[in-house]
């Protein structure tokens, strides 16, 4: 049994998480494992837990509009590219501070599962393309001592379920399709 964690308070706890995900009939697989804040600790930690790994990143635009953007972990990312593919103004990451008032968790566990706690959808999330190909994908969730595997099509059932329409972009070097 995975104890529950509280990640900011008035926010969603992973119980809460795992509570809705199950409501909805979603399967998940959770591995505990020391806390990760790196995309460099969690390889040298996870061993060979099956799946596409992803790595989440938050940003804000000069306009104060926020986008949540997942990949697959060793996928480059160019934030210039990433802005006029979404039609963005400027971005930059948000700071620790945003991340924890607008998602409720602290920077190192940043993934889709935090939107549980964006009632209000003022967040776009963004995944590349190459997620939706994979049978699953690994997120934090809510908490960076545990991975949760996930099929890319249920977290989006999730997301759509938490208010968020995700966007489908290929961030792949080369290409600039939205879909």
Do not use: Y
Request: with cysteine; proline share 8%; net charge positive.
């Amino acid at each position: 049994m995975i104890k529950a964690t509280q990640t900011m308070p008035g926010m969603a706890t992973t119980d809460d998480l795992f509570a809705l995900l199950e409501k909805f009939d979603i399967p998940t697989k959770t591995h505990a494992h020391p806390p990760v804040r790196t995309v460099q600790e969690n390889r040298s930690l996870r061993g060979t837990l099956p799946g596409t790994h992803c790595k989440t990143l938050f940003f804000k635009d000069k306009k104060e509009f926020f986008w949540l953007c997942a990949m697959e972990e060793t996928l480059p990312l160019n934030i210039r590219t990433l802005a006029d593919l979404v039609g963005s103004a400027r971005l930059s990451f948000a700071k620790p501070e945003r991340v924890k008032s607008k998602l409720g968790v602290e920077p190192g566990a940043i993934s889709p599962f935090a939107l549980i706690n964006n009632p209000q959808s003022d967040i776009n999330m963004i995944f590349d393309a190459t997620l939706m190909a994979a049978k699953v994908v690994n997120f934090h969730p809510l908490v960076n001592d545990r991975t949760t595997a996930i099929n890319p099509n249920d977290l989006v059932r999730f997301l759509q379920a938490c208010g968020h329409s995700p966007v489908h972009i290929d961030l792949n070097p080369g290409t600039d399709k939205i879909k």
